[in-house]
């Protein structure tokens, strides 16, 4: 008689949040061009949710940072791109920044 193994699964975390976001862009994907406004604005909307829960996930598995590791992490964060002016999202940029 054979054994069965235990299959090990993933933990799986189930987001509903980002699953509507993933559904959007799909349902949308289907009908609209790849430049549609309400396309690219549902597409960045779901990088963003995804990068945000990423990243949430590492730093809560990080020890605790002194204030200057804070300080660089978030120097890293505000050197980052800036979009384009008259983008969907697009942050202002301040008087002298580079583009």
Do not use: C, H
Not at 24 to 42: C, H, N, T, Y
Not at 62 to 77: D, F, H, N, S
């Amino acid at each position: 008689m054979a054994t069965k193994k235990a299959v090990e699964r993933r933990a799986y975390n189930y987001d509903p949040l980002l699953s509507s976001l993933r559904g959007r862009v799909g349902l949308l994907s289907q009908s609209r061009g790849k430049f549609d406004p309400d396309l690219v604005e549902a597409k960045q909307e779901f990088r963003t949710e995804t990068a945000k829960k990423r990243l949430t996930e590492i730093v809560n598995a990080w020890p605790p940072l002194t204030e200057e590791q804070i300080a660089r992490i978030r120097g890293v964060l505000d050197s980052a791109k800036v979009m384009k002016p008259g983008m969907r999202g697009a942050r202002k940029q301040e008087p002298g920044e580079a583009a």
